[in-house]
């Protein structure tokens, strides 16, 4: 289940590629400026009668976790500003936002736990197409027995290179030539015309202001 979701999500490796040519100076989300959730009031409503479900319940109640795949996530958009984000819902567990090994780019996908699932539920039924910046999240729903042991190794961590990966990165952060950076910024606004488009053709008007050239 895990695996065919990330699969599923085509455009991961371009993006990570264009991460590559931005390099690691890509700005951070405002998590604050963020619309909170789609039909706030009904959400927090259904938020509050779990809470108050558990409340009567107590200490007897079989709370179970829920996990939940996060795809599309946009660049910017990382491990800090998630946990912020989400736990706007409920109490964040587990969190893992999948990276390059060896770069430490982000995958734009990654993978949350809460600890009821019935918040979780809330959030993927919320969450699930929400377009944040430009990218329409794709948020589903785990089976527990398709959680494998390995989903959440590394979470709660921050990503920390080997000497040998800072070494790179160095190297790639170079300034490059002005033809390396037309490349670059050429293969960068035809990724956003695409999406544009894709978005259009899904009947949505979304005029982010995206790369642009200096």
Do not use: C
């Amino acid at each position: 289940m895990a695996s065919d979701l990330e699969d599923d999500d085509d455009d991961n490796e371009q993006d990570e590629e264009d991460d590559k040519g931005v390099g690691r100076n890509a700005p951070i989300v405002d998590v604050v400026k963020l619309p909170s959730s789609k039909d706030e009031k009904a959400v927090k409503a259904r938020l509050d009668a779990v809470g108050k479900k558990r409340k009567r319940d107590g200490a007897s109640a079989n709370v179970k976790a829920g996990v939940l795949y996060i795809g599309r996530i946009p660049r910017g958009f990382y491990e800090n500003e998630m946990r912020s984000y989400f736990s706007q819902f409920g109490n964040v567990t587990r969190l893992r936002l999948s990276r390059n090994k060896k770069t430490g780019a982000p995958k734009h996908y990654g993978f949350i736990e809460f600890d009821d699932v019935e918040v979780a539920q809330i959030v993927q039924e919320t969450m699930d197409n929400y377009l944040l910046m430009g990218h329409l999240l794709q948020v589903k729903m785990i089976p527990q027995d398709k959680v494998h042991a390995d989903l959440f190794k590394g979470a709660n961590r921050k990503w920390r290179g080997s000497t040998g990966t800072r070494r790179e990165r160095t190297l790639h952060d170079q300034p490059r030539t002005k033809e390396e950076q037309e490349v670059v910024e050429k293969k960068l606004l035809q990724r956003q015309t695409q999406r544009k488009a894709a978005l259009k053709k899904k009947g949505i008007e979304y005029g982010f202001p995206g790369y642009q050239v200096v």
